[in-house]
């Protein structure tokens, strides 16, 4: 059974006091010598009747509509069962609740939908004793549930509670008539009284079923109480919201009419509305600005629509937000670029220290400027190397410079395609991407542009913002960038784009092949120091307040602060343990204590503790089976020592350290080489297959790569096959082949000063290399003899001893006697 939806079709209030007398007409069922009533049953379906309540209910099934014939026949009532699965169409004993109502059934009507109603009227709460038969309707046995009439005095007090509450539901749900709460007022049973306030209110299903099967009048108020709190709350907060809306709209309504009444006196006086004046100096704005012939016609445009539209749209503020967007960028606003080369070489030194390539590369822009001024095309720099480096702050001194504008945005992390074009004017807050943003902060069309973290873009399902930046970067496509928002081309052409990268390995290829790659090597030491007292111990000392005491830095103590103290490319760290010198002398001068006025290499352990980096160091002896390599790492260059341990076996090859595949394949090349060159060397053949080489690269926490250390390899190999020392002074670097030729590596520079730094004399380099020794200094240069060469066989003779300290492995002559016999 369900809720009917009554219309003016079913002329029921025509017919209803007619069907309600009709309904008392019928009486309730005697009991009989057990007690019990027997009845038809009517199933509800999604509706609870409670006793001494009129409503009306829809019937449709064959079963329901037999028992309600054979009631109105004799004038019996019938019980009604509420289902506990609403959809189960043929209930059996199982699906209805143990309480059921008694109720007296009025005439059917038909309805225009083809269905029948009826008004019902509940009498009495029964109990289900026994289902009597289910074909082909439903009759059971009953035993009737008497409630009493007479309240205590706590029933009574709970009664007024209920009304109290009830009547608060009235004034504020105008949906239940007042009438009820009259009603409700003059009934004086308790149970009564609870089941007409659970007939009208807007409960639950859920919350009806639970008052229904509640036979104690007591607990049922008790819970209806409760219910009537609830809802209460909702209503009240209802109201609330109801009692704001309302307010808002009056305020609208107020603030129209005003607008309105404003509107006709300034167009009495001739001054007409602030609206339509904002309007007119807005396009006044848009013919003043030197924009270019399509933005100003686009801006026009909206204008207009402006115009055209009520105040108060919602549209008008995106309108207005998309004008001033065309009307703040700088179309045509630039800056003269300082074109004197001395004076930008200048600039350069006195902000950085080192850093030729890039400076050699910017000073060559400004001469060709300087030469023809006209030029358009601008360089788009891609400035790579390790952080600290220096490669941002170059970059603000190359727009001193040039005596442009300096503005940077920082890639890294971004993952949205929208960050760079902006996002289209259909989405709401949009906005243009961080060009277009950072353009209109330059103010000027042709600022210094600075895009830091280059290599950190990372693209996901909201699109790839390294291919957004393909156009930015193109000098053939950037005169006419497209931006979602401004839907209009911008001029980049004149910009001059510096990008920043850790690394080239995670750029796009087609975006590198956009780019001037200018690599920035880490400092090596002798820089660093240079650095510190040209740039960071000044810095620091002012920073600390300390400019009195005229502090300073003997070289040894600076020395020592880089090599003990710091390990990286850069100066940050250095810079951070210089403050931390400058931070304890600025307190022992606030404390009124001793504070050093030089600080001395001694003195270091005291103000920055113990030593936190540990140097490879050069061997102290000549060694059999070990060689030093020289290898290149983010941080500069470092010595490498090579182990090799020779042992009885089956001829394997083990290679411990962490050594990549390059590295790998480097060792097993110098093998190859070794075994080809076993008779010249005076090594037995059959040792390669009855010992096994071990070769270990110390830190084994520390990954290792590349072809570099080939040689290397080859020569601890070679000594420890042949027991002939390796010189403790000689480093080497370079690429083995099968053949045993020398191939060039990179890093030279960075190798041969940490090997100058380790205390070794000399440097065994691919003759290739030489080039790569103009920026050496002159001290490294001196102090270092660095051979040249070409083939494995003159590094053997350089690195290795002439004559055997050790004896060379050697197989047993019972081992190759049991390997006869065994073939």
């Known amino acids: 059974m369900s809720q009917p939806n009554w219309t003016e079709e079913d002329n029921f209030d025509l017919t209803l ?15 009989k010598a057990d007690g019990l009533i027997e009845a038809a049953v009517l199933p509800l379906r999604d509706m609870v009747i409670f006793p001494r309540m009129v409503s009306p209910i829809f019937v449709g099934r ?38 059921g109502v008694e109720m007296a059934v009025g005439r059917l009507l038909n309805m225009p939908d083809g269905s029948r109603s009826a008004l019902v009227q509940g009498r009495r709460r029964v109990e289900i004793v026994e289902f009597i038969r289910l074909k082909p309707y439903i009759k059971v046995r009953a035993r009737v549930i008497n409630e009493s009439p007479v309240a205590d005095r706590q029933t009574q007090a709970l009664m007024r509670s ?16 007042e009438e009820s709460h009259l009603f409700a007022l003059n009934i004086s049973e308790p149970g009564w009284l609870a089941d007409m306030i659970a007939t009208s209110l807007a409960l639950t299903y859920e919350a009806k079923l639970r008052l229904l099967l509640i036979l104690d009048p007591k607990a049922r108020l008790s819970q209806l109480n409760t219910l009537l709190a609830q809802e209460v709350d909702v209503l009240e907060l209802e109201d609330e919201i109801h009692t704001r809306v309302q307010d808002e709209v009056d305020k609208n309504q107020r603030e129209f009419y005003l607008r309105e009444q404003m509107k006709q006196i300034q167009t009495e006086l001739g001054e007409g509305d602030i609206f339509t004046r904002d309007a007119v100096d807005l396009k006044k704005k848009v013919e003043a600005a030197n924009l270019p012939e399509e933005a100003k ?45 001395k004076n930008a070489a200048k600039i350069l030194e006195r902000d950085h220290f080192g850093l030729k390539k890039a400076k050699e590369r910017i000073l060559e822009y400004i001469a060709v400027r300087s030469l023809k001024p006209k030029k358009e095309r601008q360089p788009i720099l891609c400035f790579v190397g390790p952080p600290g480096v220096g490669k941002t702050s170059l970059g603000r001194s190359i727009a001193d410079a040039l005596g442009r504008k300096f503005v940077r945005v920082s890639l890294g992390g971004v993952r949205d395609e929208a960050e760079i074009r902006g996002h289209r004017r259909t989405y709401i807050g949009a906005l243009p991407g961080r060009i277009i943003q950072t353009m209109k902060r330059a103010g000027t069309s042709n600022p210094l542009f600075m ?85 960071l111990i000044p810095r620091q000392i002012e920073e600390n307040g300390i400019e009195e005491l005229k502090l300073t830095f003997e070289p040894a103590a600076l020395q020592r602060i880089i090599r003990e103290y710091t390990y990286e490319a850069g100066v940050r760290g250095l810079e951070r343990e210089i403050n931390r010198v400058c931070r304890k002398v600025a307190r022992l001068k606030a404390e009124a204590k001793k504070y050093p006025a030089v600080i001395v290499a001694d003195g270091i352990d005291k103000l920055l503790g113990p030593q936190q980096v540990f140097q490879a160091e050069a061997e102290r002896n000549d060694e059999v089976g070990v060689a030093t390599s020289l290898a290149w790492t983010e941080t500069g260059g470092e010595i490498m020592p090579v182990e090799v341990a020779i042992f009885e076996g089956k001829g394997g090859l083990q290679m411990t350290g962490q050594m990549g595949e390059v590295m790998q394949e480097s060792a097993q090349a110098a093998m190859t080489y070794i075994k080809s060159r076993a008779a010249q060397l005076k090594i037995d053949m059959e040792i390669f297959e ?85 920026d050496l200094p002159k001290t490294a240069k001196s102090e270092l003899k660095i051979i040249p060469v070409k083939h494995m066989d003159d590094v053997l003779d350089i690195a290795l001893g002439k004559h055997a300290v050790l004896e060379p492995p050697k197989v047993k002559k019972q081992n190759k006697e049991e390997s006869q016999d065994e073939e």
Not at 17 to 31: F, H, V
Not at 462 to 467: E, I, V
Request: with cysteine.
């Open 17 to 31: 006091s007619q069907r309600t007398e009709e309904l008392y007409r019928i009486p309730n069922l005697e009991p």
């Open 62 to 99: 064959e079963s329901s509509l037999l028992a309600l014939h054979e009631a109105q026949v004799n004038e019996h009532t019938v019980i009604g069962l509420t289902q506990r699965d609403p959809e189960t169409n043929d209930p059996g004993a199982e699906d209805f609740l143990p309480i």
């Open 162 to 177: 209920v009304l109290n509450s009830f009547e608060r539901c009235i004034q504020l749900d105008r949906s239940i008539p």
């Open 297 to 341: 016609k686009v801006a026009l445009k909206e204008v207009e629509r402006l115009n055209q539209m009520p105040p108060m749209a919602p549209e008008v503020g995106i309108i207005r937000t998309y004008i001033d967007w065309i009307l703040d960028l700088p179309w045509s606003n630039s800056t003269p670029d300082n074109l004197d080369v």
């Open 451 to 535: 895009l830091d973290e280059i290599d950190k873009l990372y693209s996901d399902f909201r699109g790839d913002p390294a291919s957004a930046m393909l156009e930015v970067l193109d000098p053939e496509q950037n005169n006419a960038f497209s931006d979602h928002y401004l839907e209009l081309p911008f001029d980049l052409s004149k910009v001059m784009f510096v990008t920043t990268a850790n690394s080239l390995s995670t750029i796009p290829a087609p975006l590198l092949d956009r780019m001037e790659v200018i690599e920035f090597p880490g400092y090596i030491e002798e820089e660093k120091m240079e650095i510190a007292n040209r740039y």
């Open 690 to 774: 009855r010992f096994d080489i071990h070769i270990h690269m110390p830190e084994g926490g520390i990954p290792k790569d590349g072809p570099s250390a080939g040689i290397t390899m080859a020569t601890a190999i070679t000594s420890a096959l042949t027991g002939r020392p390796v010189s403790k002074n000689v480093g080497m670097t370079g690429e083995i082949t099968l053949r045993g030729r020398v191939l060039p590596i990179g890093g030279v520079r960075e190798k041969v000063l940490a090997a100058h730094r380790a205390g070794l004399k000399v440097v065994l380099l691919p003759e290739k290399n030489l080039k790569d020794l103009v």
